[in-house]
């Protein structure tokens, strides 16, 4: 009844219709004119000449252009001969507006900067008229057409602050971090923050966590978790939520910014919103990180409590708090969100603007205000670099030509052993040159061709394996059903049970068929939580215990509880575990014994291995590296009832993997066999 004949006969008439397609279209590539070389302009070899050269070019044209404007001094003339210095002038500057209203006073920091850096400083209105210079001669010299720099703490020349502050700088806001302006606290609400931060740091010195306290230009302090684990703090009773209350000040200048910001939007004709404390929209952000308290190369570690990512940075270190928005929140959209942004933007530099110094123009140059002499090229000089720039061009191209040549050969081999494996010919193997990239390339694509061979075989054997194990409770039902129609079999209960016990075996064939085909697809779901072993191995031997005496198997658990435990899908590790006990029990004899036992890993890795160990009959060792394929059995004439589909294992190594995990297969015949799952702990594992 399971037409094997039939369906051996259709697959060999369709094999027979795919060889003929198969010669139809080598045939007709061959018939093909012009299908074998490419012209030059669109082959690798006519691209690589090319891309060559033109690279070869560009550069010896631009070593030429780099030694002569190294050489007139250019380069020194228009960025300075420390550009390190420079930044740090632009940063001692810049730091000076953003915490002073005018630029009164800026003189002896200028002369400072320039006694340090050995350089002339010179700071001057947009109109060019001088606020400070350090140049000590009785008549200045006259400044450089062009600035060095734009001082201005509300659109900051990001490439300067980055290299001031060692790379910390962002591009994203353009407003210097140390520009508080209303949100700088008043001394009593600092002293009394201070005794707050105090008391918070004394709490966790006594927890045994290292802490300091951080001021940032506010004058508002935090706690700095020292080490990189700040998430240790949370289960103390050392409650840091006091540190993020604003102060009265604080709201207020929130609400300005706020004021401003919607009038901005409304102007625009779109809803006004409500900002938290950390300038972000929408939902209220638990914490906020101000600029300046980022940990940097060297700092103990991030600050408590730990930040989320806003929409725009903090101005300073303002505190967070769950602030309700007082209006409707705009609909979430990026056109909004790049709106309600810039004009958050705008508004932070009208409420600082009248907190900071206006801005001003840097100049940085020589003490003296002289430049160095050119260089001019003489024909001779001209000549020599046009013919050493020649002599490296003949000398690329050659190169290429060569290193092309060898790279165009094994990639011709290559594409026509890929052209021959689409056509479904055999997959055959290409020569391997050497141990280079191209060689590497051949290599992986005879290792891929060779595993496709096997897929496509191993496909094969399964539409062969799943058409038969269909079939046969398929043909089971049909050939009761056909009796009880033609008034062969009556439908009593025992011949409803029959029907039933085929189709539960059919849907256990469907049901491992979907677990394998969703861990394929990776698409499993796992509900990991945390796992006491020794209680799972438990809960499945019980559920074992009635078939492993009805098959006079001893089923025991070893190990004393509590066992290791480890995070995982309990279900689904006991499905894992249920099927090497049904394994198990189904190969051992009377009056055998299997036994499930957990422990720790003791490679120090923090793993959990589960062990099921059988007094069986064993795997053969040749039989041994083909457990957990899918549709094996030891003995090829078991049937479902007997011996399993042959996806048990299979099923196994798939849960295990998707655990994170491994499993392992030990056995020797006439002895027994152990499986072995290695599975990721709950805890991390040791130094």
Known sequence: MRDGDDGVAGRGTGEDGRSAGRRGRREGRRETPGRARLPLRRSLLGR?????????????????????????????????RNLTADARIYDTLLEYAAGNPTWDGVGATVRELARESGRRVALTTQGRQRLADSATAATAPALPPQASAVVDPLSVDTVLAARGTDGQGTAADRIDPRAVGPFRLSAADGKALRRTADSKV??????????????????????????????RALGTRCDLAALDTPTSSERKALDALTELADACLKRQGREGVRLNSDLSWGDPARVSLAPETAPRPGEPGPLLPEPAPVPVPVPSDAPAEDAEPSVVTPERTGENDRAIASCVGTARSEQLSSYVASPALLFIGDEGGTTLP?????????????????????LTVGASVFAGARLVRPLHALTGAAQRMRDGERPESVPVSGDDEVGRLAAAFNDMSAHRARLEEQRRAMVSDVAHELRTPLSN????????????????????????????????????????????????????????????????????????????????????A???????????????????????????????????????SDEG?????????????????????????????????????????????????????????TVEATSVEGEGSTFVLRLPGSTPPGP
Do not use: M
């Open 48 to 80: 690589l000449l090319a891309v060559s050269a033109l690279v070869a070019a560009c550069s010896v044209a631009a070593t030429a252009w780099i030694a002569v404007q190294t050489t007139s001094g250019a380069i020194k003339q228009e960025q300075g």
């Open 202 to 231: 004394e709490c966790l010195n006594r927890a045994g966590i290292a802490s300091d306290v951080v001021v940032g230009p506010s004058g508002r302090p935090r706690v700095q978790i020292v080490g990189n684990d700040p998430e």
């Open 374 to 394: 050119g260089f001019d090229l003489s024909p001779a000089n001209t000549a020599r670099i046009a013919g050493a720039a020649a002599l490296v061009l003949a």
């Open 477 to 560: 039902i049909r050939g009761w059903l056909e009796a009880a129609q033609d008034g062969l079999a009556d439908p009593d209960p025992a011949f409803v049970s029959s029907l039933l016990e085929e189709a539960v075996l059919l849907q256990h064939i469907i049901d491992d068929l979907q677990d394998l085909a969703a861990a394929d697809a990776g698409v499993l779901r796992l509900h990991p939580e945390p796992v006491e072993a020794h209680e799972l191995l438990s809960q499945v031997a019980a559920a074992h215990q009635a078939r492993a005496e009805t098959a006079g198997v001893a089923l025991a658990v070893t190990g004393t």
């Open 562 to 600: 509590p066992g290791p435990a480890l995070r995982a899908d309990p279900v689904r590790l006991r499905q894992v575990v249920g099927n090497l006990v049904s394994n198990a029990v189904r190969h051992t004899p009377e009056g055998g014994r299997v036994t499930l036992r957990a422990y720790a």
């Open 605 to 661: 890795d923090g793993a959990v291995l589960v062990e099921v160990a059988d007094t069986g009959s064993g795997i053969p060792s040749e039989d041994l590296p083909h457990v957990f394929d899918r549709f094996w059995r030891a003995e090829k004439s078991r049937s479902r009832r007997t011996g399993g589909s042959g996806l048990g294992l299979a099923i196994v190594r798939k849960l295990v993997e998707a655990h994170g995990g």
